[in-house]
């Protein structure tokens, strides 16, 4: 079978696509799913780049990819959700390893597709989308009634979900992108858009309840919150959240991160509002898999949403 590979870190062109084992029957709790899709995260970026070379060390060559849409082809004797022929999505380890055409799960990390995308909007839905989720909930925004809620990195993967995900929870929301995607802000629903070279976020004074931080480039700004506000960052191990965590705040305005986690009910949360029609994947642009090395690119070069690798 095929995967995408880099033997050394560098630019794009260190991406090539390789034959490699298959990786056999699942056992236990494991399901075989034949991957169609897989989504270009900010990680996989930095992955290749080398940013993040403690990730590699020792693991050369490595196959990128967090996010895996597809088919089930076979289940472990333990798994007890899923089935032969089931099209799901999954959110797999820290490893990566997703990008490539049949990968062994656990059935923990999965759950069934969306049915009304196809699987190339559906490979954008796992960590983007889980990690928008998940950062709100770690600012307790269901408990928080007609929040008022700045997005900051609105138009990226992560922010395109954050965005839809607190207005559908009834908050007021401002989104902070670049002019050329502020229309994608407004058509995803946010009541308010400011271009982000044209207002010092900073200043905007004290009247958010949640900021999240979608890009993970925001320091903490106290001034931005309400008294109880959290701000969200989405780079639980950035050098903002780990000063943060030396200075943590009894009361007032507090600053948290979020490590994504890949929880099925979560992940089956967000396809159900996909199915809905009350939640959809923004996909900039579907790359074949022998064009590996042009979607890291094209990602790196700023997108709406995500960019996604067809892997058929």
């Not at 903490?220 to 965590?245: C, E, H, I, N, Y």
Request: with cysteine.
């Amino acid at each position: 079978m095929r995967a995408v590979r880099f033997h050394r870190v560098g630019g794009p062109e260190v991406l090539r696509v390789d034959d490699v084992p298959d990786p056999g029957a699942p056992t236990g709790d494991e399901v075989l799913v034949r991957v169609e899709a897989s989504s270009v995260n900010g990680t996989d970026l930095g992955l290749r780049r080398g940013d993040l070379r403690v990730a590699t060390l020792g693991r050369l060559p490595f196959t990128p990819g967090f996010d895996v849409a597809g088919e089930v082809l076979a289940c472990g004797p333990g798994v007890t959700a899923f089935a032969p022929g089931d099209r799901v999505v999954a959110l797999i380890g820290h490893g990566g390893g997703g990008q490539v055409e049949r990968i062994r799960i656990r059935q923990g990390r999965a759950a069934l597709a969306p049915r009304s995308v196809p699987a190339t909007d559906a490979a954008a839905l796992p960590l983007a989308g889980l990690t928008a989720l998940q950062g709100l909930g770690r600012a307790g925004l269901a408990a928080r009634p007609r929040a008022r809620v700045l997005v900051h990195g609105a138009t990226g993967g992560i922010g395109t979900f954050a965005v839809q995900l607190a207005v559908l929870a009834g908050a007021h929301v401002t989104a902070v992108a670049s002019a050329a995607r502020l229309d994608l802000a407004t058509e995803l629903g946010a009541h308010e858009v400011l271009d982000r070279r044209r207002h010092d976020v900073t200043a905007l004074g004290a009247r958010f309840d949640v900021v999240l931080d979608a890009a993970g480039t925001l320091p903490f700004v106290p001034g931005l919150l309400t008294g109880d506000g959290v701000q969200v960052s989405v780079r639980p191990l950035s050098p903002d959240v780990l000063r943060a965590a030396l200075r943590v705040r009894r009361r007032g305005p507090r600053f948290t991160a979020v490590r994504t986690a890949p929880r099925s009910q979560d992940l089956a949360h967000l396809a159900a509002l996909v199915d809905a029609g009350r939640l959809r994947a923004v996909v900039d642009a579907v790359h074949p898999m022998a064009d590996a090395a042009g979607a890291h690119r094209h990602a790196e070069a700023g997108v709406r949403g995500k960019v996604v690798l067809d892997l058929r």
